[in-house]
């Protein structure tokens, strides 16, 4: 009888630790795609940086022709 008290609970630790693993997977997961979502984002950044930095320097060069 107490071997199967201990069996039962190996048993349910078995599967408690299993949920957590799968929970833990889970959030990893998640990670997982908010960096991919992030990386895409700070491409877009970088692209829109680098046309607004074009942008400024036609802006600029426009200033200058009307400034001489």
Do not use: H
Not at 14 to 41: H, P, T
């Amino acid at each position: 009888e107490n071997a199967a008290k201990v069996s039962d609970k190996t048993a349910n630790d078995i599967e408690y630790r299993g949920e957590e693993i799968y929970e833990i997977a889970k959030a990893i997961n998640n990670i997982n795609d908010i960096s991919i979502q992030n990386a895409k984002r700070i491409k877009e950044i970088a692209k829109i940086s680098k046309q607004l930095k074009e942008l400024s320097e036609k802006l600029n060069d426009k200033l200058n022709q009307i400034n001489t």
